[in-house]
C-alpha cells in the first residue's frame, strides 16, 4: 500500500524515495498505539452505558446495539494493536539493517549466497537437492 505525502514524507530523517527510517516508523507505531489506547477508553465508556436502569422494549434495542458496538469497537481496537505490532517488528528489521549496513540484503536462510537472480527459489524450498 502506498500512501503519497504520507508520513514518510513529513518525519525528520526519512528520505521519500528510500523509503521511511526505522525511526519514523516507531513514532507512527507509538501514535497507533495512542489510538488503541483511545479505543479501549471509548469502549470501556460504552460498556458503562449498559448499567443505566431502564426496563422497556427500547432499552432492549438500545443494550443490544450497545453490545454490537461494544464488539465493534474491540475489534477495531485489536486490528489496530496488530498494526502497532507489525509496525515495531518492520521498524526493528529497518534498524537492524542499518546497523549492519545490509538495508539491501533480503536474507535468504534457505538458500545462503543464492539469489533469485542466481537461480535460488526466494525461500520456497532448497535450489538444488541435497546430495
Known sequence: MSCPGGFAADLPGT??????SAESVLVVAERLSGVARD????????????????NSAAAAVFRKSLAESEAEFAAAGRRVESAVAE?????????????????ADPGWPMNPGFTPAWGGTMGAGRGWPNF
Open 87 to 103: 509496525l515495531g517488528s518492520y521498524g526493528a528489521r529497518l534498524r537492524a539493517a542499518a546497523d549492519s549496513g545490509a538495508a
Open 39 to 54: 479505543l479501549d477508553a471509548l469502549r470501556l465508556q460504552l460498556c458503562g452505558l449498559d448499567s443505566v436502569d431502564w
Open 15 to 20: 528520505v521519500a524515495a528510500a523509503g521511511p
